[in-house]
């Protein structure tokens, strides 16, 4: 797997949750777990600090990393988007967004669309997106951020056909692709899950091993972020696999929650403060766990 992919999810799911810094040498032997080498992660989290998500701090001979505002703030979002699983009622309105953004700010506009794909717009076409979910706020900062607001208009409105909303679906997305990564997850990982379960309850399975495979799963479930616009339920197929794979991610993340978080802590505690870890944190009330 990608060692910069890896620490993001390690960020996310562990290190922001103990005062959002760690000591490089913690990472090193968090990521050793995996198969990266050091080389591999000093070359990832220099590329993660050129790129603005972490920023770093000398104490001593010790070099520690910590996520910046802005790499907090898409830590935050991504366990926002979670819920995405789970949508609320559909208000039944559109929200659409057109731009004509001009080829000497190219490079905005490139980020701009990948960011529209990540909060779950879908393209009718090269400059108009459209979602049905509420994302006003999420459409004002990246307007904001990208400094694009002479190019920009954005509409709730109302569709009127002749097609219906499901066809209009069709034309911005491709569930049957996104349903099939559904399908490969739940079948890879209800069958792990179960001999996984049966380890952990027979003492077969060590608190490293749990780490592990507990990273592995919220770094593979994390990857619908990027192509689950979350849909209102009104506007999915019948057959929609979305929920079942997520009751099987919350099932297998509290098998493994505890077991990894232990190990995460015994690394953790050598070269860095455990004092500074959230006293509101619970890892079996995780944000990407459904009830």
């Known amino acids: 797997m990608n060692t910069r992919s890896m620490i993001f999810t390690l960020y996310g799911d562990y290190i922001r949750h103990y005062g959002n810094k760690i000591w490089i040498g913690s990472l090193i032997s968090l990521l050793k777990e995996f198969g990266h080498n050091e080389q591999a992660v000093r070359a990832a989290i220099s590329r993660m600090y050129k790129q603005g998500w972490v920023e770093s701090k000398k104490k001593g001979n010790k070099s520690y990393y910590f996520l910046t505002e802005r790499g907090e703030k898409r830590m935050e979002e991504a366990a926002e988007r979670i819920f995405k699983f789970n949508p609320e009622d559909w208000d039944g309105k559109w929200r659409m967004l057109m731009y004509t953004i001009p080829e000497t700010k190219r490079n905005a506009r490139d980020e701009f669309r990948k960011e529209l794909v990540w909060s779950g717009f879908g393209a009718m076409s090269t400059s108009t997106w459209i979602s049905p979910n509420n994302l006003e706020k999420q459409v004002r900062d990246l307007i904001e951020k990208y400094e694009i607001e002479t190019y920009v208009d954005f509409f709730v409105s109302?569709?009127?056909?002749?097609?219906?909303?499901?066809?209009?679906?069709?034309?911005?997305?491709?569930?049957?692709?996104?349903?099939?990564?559904?399908?490969?997850?739940?079948?890879?990982?209800?069958?792990?899950?179960?001999?996984?379960?049966?380890?952990?309850?027979?003492?077969?399975?060590?608190?490293?091993?749990?780490?592990?495979?507990?990273?592995n799963l919220v770094h593979e479930y994390r990857k619908f972020l990027f192509v689950d616009p979350g849909l209102p339920e009104q506007l999915l197929p019948d057959k929609w696999l979305g929920s079942h794979a997520g009751s099987l991610f919350s099932e297998y993340y509290r098998e493994l929650a505890e077991p990894a978080s232990r190990f995460f802590e015994k690394v953790f505690e050598d070269g860095n403060e455990l004092k500074h870890k959230d006293k509101a944190y619970n890892a079996m009330e995780h944000p990407l766990i459904m009830e």
């Open 158 to 215: 109302e569709y009127k056909g002749p097609n219906d909303s499901r066809e209009l679906v069709e034309k911005c997305w491709n569930l049957d692709e996104i349903n099939e990564k559904y399908n490969e997850f739940i079948t890879y990982y209800s069958q792990k899950y179960v001999i996984d379960k049966n380890k952990i309850q027979r003492g077969d399975m060590s608190d490293a091993e749990c780490f592990v495979e507990r990273t």
